[in-house]
């Protein structure tokens, strides 16, 4: 399934960063009951591999369950061997989404330059992640859809809130990467749940 199909089922990708593999199916059960069904796992995580292991193994084609700060090919072939479909990387890096595309994942590489942008279009990237949004506004967005292939998907990253995603999303991005907005080390699953309710809400989907 494409990524666009994916954000077309719910926009939020839903970033784990600093879950345990003990806490990573109670967390996902949540999100699932909610109606997110993207979830990153970042490899700065504890074991963020057991998780991703055991995300995919639990959810299957229902989720698309991939790894965020990914930084070397090693890492993608780890990611994908583990069950995962997704990359995502803080930086514009070409290579690590040949890599993922030549494994048959989807990659969402970093990037905040036009330049940046269009290598990993380049490179084959399925969607863009446009990182750190609270250095970049709607209005460098807005801007971007102008130039970028009609249809690439833009996800801003970093500072996504209840609060901040609606004009990000009237520019016309196609989905948002939710952090701590979402999940902080020992959150529980009533907390999660009540954090993707709000997010869901704030863009009319709850």
Excluded at 70 to 77: A, D, K, L, N
Excluded at 162 to 186: E, K, L, N
Aim: aromatic letters at 4%; glycine letters at 12%; one cysteine or more.
């Amino acid at each position: 399934m494409k990524l666009t199909a994916w954000l077309a089922r719910c926009p939020l990708v839903a970033i784990l960063r600093g879950v345990t593999p003990e806490q990573a199916e109670a967390v996902g059960s949540a999100l699932m009951e909610a109606g997110i069904r993207i979830i990153e796992v970042p490899l700065n995580s504890p074991r963020p591999l057991e998780s991703i292991r055991r995300l995919a193994a639990m959810y299957g084609d229902r989720a698309l369950i991939g790894a965020g700060t990914v930084m070397t090919t090693t890492e993608v072939r780890e990611v994908a061997a583990a069950g995962g479909k997704l990359l995502v990387t803080p930086h514009a890096a070409p290579q690590l989404v040949r890599e993922a595309k030549g494994v048959g994942m989807l990659a969402c590489p970093g990037f905040f330059t036009p330049a940046e942008a269009f290598a990993c279009l380049e490179a084959g990237a399925d969607g863009l992640k446009l990182f750190p949004a609270e250095g970049s506004s709607p209005a460098v967005l807005r801007a971007l859809a102008a130039v970028l292939p009609k249809g690439t998907p833009v996800l801003p990253v970093g500072g996504m809130t209840p609060d901040t995603i609606g004009p990000w999303r009237a520019a016309g991005a196609a989905g948002f990467g939710i952090g701590s907005a979402i999940y902080r080390p020992g959150d529980t699953e009533e907390v999660v749940a009540a954090k993707a309710k709000a997010l869901l809400m704030a863009i009319g989907c709850g």
